[in-house]
């Protein structure tokens, strides 16, 4: 069974640092693409950084120099380092595969971790 299973999430007070991990299993994820995504209350579920096969990568404008992805095929696990963390970027989020990081249907969606950036 294709799975996706997000950690990582927490409160963190502004300015401060998050590791997202998105862990595979049921697959190996060296030929996949895998995004991140966030949804905050209200709002609808927004890319926020992808990483191809060939570990090119992709960020949303919101959070270019800020985040960075990352994988580990020998743990089969994507990462995504959120330093300089602001309250708007509390939301769920969530990781998915796709073949190619545009233009391509996401899925196996995983369940999200919560992160909540607040003093």
């Known amino acids: 069974q294709v799975q996706l299973v997000e950690s990582g999430g927490g409160l963190v007070q502004p300015g401060g640092s998050l590791r997202l991990s998105c862990a595979a299993s049921?697959?190996?994820?060296?030929?996949?693409?895998i995004g991140w995504f966030r949804q905050a209350p209200g709002k609808e579920r927004e890319g926020v950084s992808c990483i191809s096969s060939s570990d090119g990568s992709t960020y949303a404008d919101s959070v270019k120099g800020r985040f960075t992805i990352s994988r580990d095929n020998a743990k089969n696990s994507v990462y995504l380092q959120m330093n300089s963390l602001k309250p708007e970027d509390t939301a769920v989020y969530y990781c998915?595969?796709?073949?190619?990081?545009?233009?391509?249907?996401?899925?196996?969606w995983g369940q999200g971790t919560q992160v909540t950036v607040s003093s």
């Open positions: 049921g697959f190996t994820l060296d030929d996949d693409a």
């Open positions: 998915a595969i796709a073949t190619h990081c545009t233009g391509a249907p996401w899925g196996s």
